[in-house]
């Protein structure tokens, strides 16, 4: 799980997701990044550490330089682990939904301690 979650993280964001296609059949350096999305140097450093610990990106040094690419192990494993977690959430779908505890305890709220107002927002 621990796995999706990073992977989730690391592709819901815009920015990510943009590195990812610069990324694509070229290395960069967090400068070419920066200018590429008009984003601060620490913003880009915060993007591509996410994306270094959902595995899918990878930097090697260059002498003084640090130049980043897609990583196609990291890659590779989206698909598997997406379709695996959707599977599965679709498969619940087929079977019949087990009623809300509050629709089988109209008081549910008040025994949990939460005002009956709480309950009844569909936000």
């Not at 694509?24 to 913003?43: D, F, H, T």
């Amino acid at each position: 799980m621990e796995r999706l979650v990073s992977l989730y993280k690391a592709l819901g964001d815009a920015h990510r997701l943009n590195i990812l296609q610069m990324l694509s059949g070229q290395e960069m350096s967090v400068c070419e990044i920066m200018q590429g999305l008009s984003l601060s140097q620490p913003a880009v450093s915060h993007h591509l550490k996410i994306l270094r610990q959902a595995d899918l990106i990878e930097n090697v040094k260059h002498g003084k330089l640090v130049l980043y690419t897609l990583k196609a192990s990291g890659l590779q494993q989206i698909y598997p682990l997406v379709d695996q977690h959707l599977g599965e959430l679709l498969q619940t779908t087929t079977v019949e939904v087990k009623p809300s505890a509050l629709r089988e305890t109209p008081n549910y709220c008040e025994l949990m301690g939460l005002k009956k107002s709480v309950c009844e927002k569909d936000e």
